[in-house]
């Protein structure tokens, strides 16, 4: 058996071994590269999303440098930063400079996608383009699809479908495309007048196999695109089980309800003819759950149950075809469905006015009657409702509640607004504010706040610190004392020199020195007192400390005012769109009054069926 001692030695061996192994795997520190603990704290804060706090980090710890001159390591982290935030024009700079040098092709071209991503989502179309368009020649394999699924839409914003659908096209990689960019091609094509191809792809998606819940959305939205595009066409007879693979719930759900009641009543049309696209995707069939609009006409349904939940009496109607009354009350189905969701979705209010449009083709007169009369009520307080949104968009309170929200985000260029306050106007603007640019408003509007909100707070510091300085109490300076401290607390530098004086013994005889005799400097000179030039101000802390406040009130105005025009453009956006869904609520009353007048007319004539 070991004894303690040889089992201590031998532990402290190993330790020893295991220590200098280690030694000689840690990685050399060099300022400015992936081992400087300033650029791994400034990649821990990008991690977390506090962009600004990245920025100030690198730009702090580099004490005024030249980012040109620091290394390459520090030049990417401090341009991802910039990035991020939102800072597009400094991010560049360092990427061209950076591409001067040898960078990976590959991490070069991931910074100029994202430029362009930057520059798409801003509305800089023409400049994302000339982005993408100068790193084609030499962009990696890797990158084709993100490549063309960005050029792709960056065409389809400025309405070039053609050279859209020529982008996703000229490459023969149909099958390595996600499934969003299919949707974009389905959508070119069809734009550009190759409706074939475009409907043969946008039904592949409408079939795809979901994995995740952007699938879901994905697949309804082009089943909803492709259902409207016959519908426009006058093929009801294929709309309607486009419609139908359309979940009940969802966001598209409430534009599809309303889309299958009108198949219904659209003609049949001609059956489009499926082509192929040179893209072999497994399909997987669209009514494999319960949860999708074809549910809503499965046999049995159409019989008192719809009429029951819409407060009808079921009636058949004498004088119609049998195949009309049929399609009739199928379209009936859907819109009665669609009533009892949300009354200020234009979907929602369309199908309020085409109900009592079916009832009166049926014969219900009487229930056409109270539908219009319904119809009008809802209509009216949707008026209402909008009219209370829009004075709360124009007194601030929808920005400052989304703004509230999220408060202390520094995530800048890359926020994106997770969910709705729950506020009255949210819910008129859904589909704005999902656009680019009312969001790119919104994060310039969050980003002055916050940055308004740190300079109040170094301002708050420094007038602590000055009102410390100013607030103590000192006694009175008594100036022969501060002499007699100093000279206590002073070092004589003569101090232990010794002088001594000896007489000279060897002399030269007068007139014997044989030296050259130099002619003494003539006294140029000033005196100290008046040659030195008068002192400056004194620039210690308090003095430095003014001069950035001066500063400080100089961007806090700067930054005020890019807030109160961002302000002002995101309001006049959301009164805008607003005002148009206004107008459509008017003219829907107009339409129901029109309606009801008729109605009654009729009824008064003696030409309504009792």
Known sequence: MKSPRKLLCGGLAAAAVLAAGAAGAAEPYVAGTRTDPLVRSAMFLDADGRYFSALVELLSGSRGKDPARMPADFQWRLAESYLSFGMRDEAEAIYRNLATGTPDPLVLAKARLKLAEFDYQRGYNAEARATLLRMKEKLPKTLVEDWQDLYTRVLMAEGRYSEAAEALTAEDNAGKLSEYTRYNLGVALINDGRAAQGVTILDKVGRMRPVTAEDLALRDRANLTLGYWFLQNKQGGTAKPVFSRIRLEGPFSNRALLGLGWAELAPTGE?????????????????????????????????????????????????????????????????????????????????????????????????????????????????????????????????????????????????????????????????????????????NYR??????????????????????????????????????????????????????????????????YSGKLAAPAPATAAPLAVAATPAGGFNGPYERAQGLKKRMDTLRGLAEQISTEQDALLKAIAVRELAGQQRQIEKYLIEARFALARLYDRAQKGELDK
């Open 447 to 512: 980003d002055m706040r916050m940055l308004s909100r740190n300079i109040d707070a170094w301002r708050g510091r420094i007038d602590l610190a000055d009102k410390s300085w100013t607030s103590v109490e000192r006694e009175p300076a008594v100036i022969p004392e501060l002499l007699s401290r100093a000279k206590q607390d002073s070092d004589n530098p003569f101090a232990g020199l010794k002088i001594q004086l000896r007489a000279e013994t060897k002399l030269s005889a007068p007139g014997a």
């Open 271 to 443: 059956k489009t003819r499926r082509v192929e696209v040179g893209d072999q995707t497994k399909e997987e069939s669209p009514f494999s759950n319960f949860s999708t609009l074809g549910v809503l006409l499965r046999p049995g349904f159409l019989e008192d149950d719809i009429f029951t939940r819409a407060n009808l009496r079921n009636f058949r109607l004498s004088k119609a075809r049998k195949d009309e009354e049929e399609a009739l009350r199928k379209a009936l189905v859907p819109w009665v469905e669609l009533i009892s969701r949300d009354p200020m979705d234009p979907a929602v209010q369309e199908a309020w006015l085409a109900i009592p449009f079916t009832l009166d083709r049926l014969g219900a007169h009487t229930q056409a009657l109270k539908f219009y009369e319904q119809a009008i009520g809802e209509l009216e307080k949707g008026r209402k409702r909008m009219d209370v949104a829009m004075d709360s968009i124009r007194k601030g309170r929808m920005v400052e509640t989304i703004v509230r929200r999220d408060i202390d985000s520094e995530a800048g260029w890359e926020w994106k607004l997770k969910d709705l306050p729950d506020a009255p106007e949210t819910y008129f603007l859904q589909s704005l504010l999902a656009e680019h640019r009312f969001q790119e408003a919104l994060k």
